[in-house]
């Protein structure tokens, strides 16, 4: 097996996910190496990597200075950790194949969808566990108590919750291009998975949200429910197009009913437990790719009751 090159983009702070891709990425090959990027040489994580490089702007870099920068420090694979960037990469999956550098990324039109919450719910709304009702609109008739945030981008900016009809039509006013949806009381919980090539989810890790700051999980747990299970695995394969590590935002309401939230395609701010619990997405990457990778053969053992902390800038796991 070749010696790998993977440049983690988005560095930014994320420094105990780095170090969990690179122990997955050094299980496969020793030799091989994770480089951190990102366009701030200044980064909190800039000096806590092994290998870091500074990175132009994605919006600023040109398609020839990009082959240029992966031919230049000899990239075999790139894995994109932010929103912002996974159409970027999606689009030029081709312009890189090409030199030999494999994005792992979903498709655009999967990023795309996952993007933006009135397509997202138009697609998924009768899925195995359906998505929150999304509208540009507010139907007073429908809710007494509604949510409003902006159609694309994270959910946790601009939010409002639990608001009258009158205060979320008020609120939006200040929003660009506002959705609206009912309030649902209830606990959250994410799914992690992998999808490989043929659109089949390896594993589905399930973990409670139990203190959430800024949309990022800071003390999450690991979980099992399989019926649970059953079902993440139909929504992530519900409309193709998904490739790699993706998770899932999961409500359970005051019956115990599941209601979807949202799908991310790609790594999480808590997917570090993801990884310790037995979820090697970016080893099963590289061994599908020499197709050593047989699901039937290496069925995930997820422990549960694992969980992280994260506080004062540090990551801890228990017990």
Sequence with gaps: MRASRVLFSSLSGKTALFEEVARDVKSHNPDSVVIGADCNPDCPGATQVEHF???PRLDKLLDKDLVQFCIENEITHVLPTR???LNFWATR????TNIGVTPWVSGESFIKSCEDKIDFFQKWKDSAIPTIPTFNKIKSSMANNWVVKERKGSASQKIGLNLSAERAVKISKDLIDPIFQPFISGKEFSAETWVSHANQCHGVL????DKVVNGESHHSTVFRNSAWEA????????QGGARGHCLAQVLVDSNGGLHLIE?????GGASPLAFRAGLHSVEWHLLEEVNQFNPANQPPVFTSGLYLKKEGGKVSFGP
């Design 83 to 85: 929103d912002g960037e």
């Design 53 to 55: 490089i500074t990175m």
């Design 93 to 96: 999956r081709n312009l890189l």
């Design 206 to 209: 399930l973990r409670w949200r």
């Design 231 to 238: 079902k993440l695995r139909k929504v992530f394969e519900h």
């Design 263 to 267: 799908i991310n395609p790609r790594l």
